[in-house]
């Protein structure tokens, strides 16, 4: 089987190569982002392995069964730049890694909220400069605040795990609470609820049509000032120009993210020697309430470890003919 890895970074090829010693499979790493401008490249390709920004739309998937590719293996959980109708109708199943480390991207939403709140960012600069003054740097205690998880899922449970162990009061907004979840102890709270009550707002539900802006102007004058927002999920939940009004008038009182609405133009490459383009992400670097990282809750060794061989298992499953082994995407 000839596999295509697009988006290829140097620890996508160390860790999928050292998992893929007895498989048999052929592995080509290939560093541009699938798109329509670069789906002429799967020619010959038996699978595509893809990652979170590649673009399978409609024009890519009959491309590529034009190309002959027979499945997309999805290297990561979330898959809302995959159009499923269309791989339907094209004959492409797609296999995802529905959970790698869910406790990484849990840890790295507690690391937003602990630097966030204590100014870590602002310390580590001032340091650096000579200045050890403390003006501007007060937190306070996460001990009895009341922290939401939007979405209690694998990651969300995760985390409020992690914020119990604070002292904190955790709630949580799931539309569909499994068993996992209310044995975890969370308060289930309406979304009103987590507007009104919460000091801290952290997201972990997918990026779907009814979770599209689910902060926005509206939701943001329900919550109270000063709030904590986190976002680790997806970009697409939050409507950037209604926060940045929020950050300033002070209505949030405090950002984190490690996703971004137009994060498939910025986020994995290295833009240094560049001028920023994009008006709305350059204003949010400029407050010293904001902290973003680049889409890197996933990326521990543990679950990059487990990506690799998760996804190596589904293509497998799929060269046998075993797709009930597959973690496939429903459609
Ligand atoms: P999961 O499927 O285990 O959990 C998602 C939860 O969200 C489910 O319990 C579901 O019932 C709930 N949900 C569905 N619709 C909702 C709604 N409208 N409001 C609130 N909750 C809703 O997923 P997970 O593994 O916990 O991952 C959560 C998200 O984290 C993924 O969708 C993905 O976008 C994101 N993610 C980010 C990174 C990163 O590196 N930043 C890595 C992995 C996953």
Redesign the pocket.
């Known amino acids: 089987m000839k596999v295509a890895v697009f988006s290829s970074k140097p620890y996508d090829e160390e860790h999928l190569t050292s998992a893929n010693t007895e498989t048999g499979l052929e592995l080509t790493f290939l560093e541009p982002q699938l798109t329509a401008q670069t789906v002429a490249l799967t020619k010959g390709f038996d699978i595509v392995c893809c990652f979170v920004n590649d673009v399978i739309d409609t024009a890519v998937a009959a491309q590529l069964q034009e190309n002959g590719v027979k499945l997309v293996a999805m290297r ?3 898959f809302n730049n995959v159009d499923l109708d269309a791989c339907a109708k094209h004959n492409l199943p797609v296999a995802r890694v ?2 790698y480390s ?1 406790n990484a ?1 849990a840890e790295h939403a507690a690391a937003l909220i602990l630097d966030l709140n204590r100014n870590i960012h602002r310390a580590f600069s001032r340091i650096r400069e000579n200045d050890y003054s403390l003006s501007g740097l007060m937190g306070f205690d996460l001990y009895g605040k009341t922290v939401a998880i ?7 449970q995760s985390i409020i795990r992690i914020m119990k162990g604070f002292g904190c009061r955790v709630i949580c ?4 609470p ?1 068993e996992a ?1 209310v044995e975890t102890g969370v308060e289930l709270v309406s979304l009103e609820q987590v507007w009104a009550e919460s000091d801290i707002i952290s997201l ?5 049509r ?2 599209y802006h689910i902060i926005n102007s509206n939701t943001l004058s329900q919550m109270k000032k000063g709030v904590m927002l986190i976002n ?3 970009g697409g939940l939050i409507d950037t120009p209604a926060i940045i009004k929020a950050l300033k008038n002070g209505q949030v009182g405090y950002l984190g993210l ?2 971004y609405e137009e994060e498939a133009n910025l986020f994995f490459e290295n833009y240094s020697n560049q001028v920023l383009q994009d008006d709305i992400f350059a204003r949010l670097t400029t407050f010293k309430n904001v902290v973003i990282t680049g ?4 990326f521990t060794h543990e679950a990059l470890q487990a990506i690799a061989e998760v996804t190596l298992n589904n293509i497998l499953h799929f060269d046998k003919g075993e797709l009930d082994k597959m973690c496939l995407v429903k459609t």
Request: hydrophobic share 35%.
């Open positions: 990561c959980a979330g529905p959970e869910p991207v939007v979405g209690g899922g694998r990651i969300g907004f799931d539309p569909m499994s979840l972990h539900c997918p990026l779907v009814s979770t680790t999920s997806r490690d996703v889409h890197q809750a996933f």
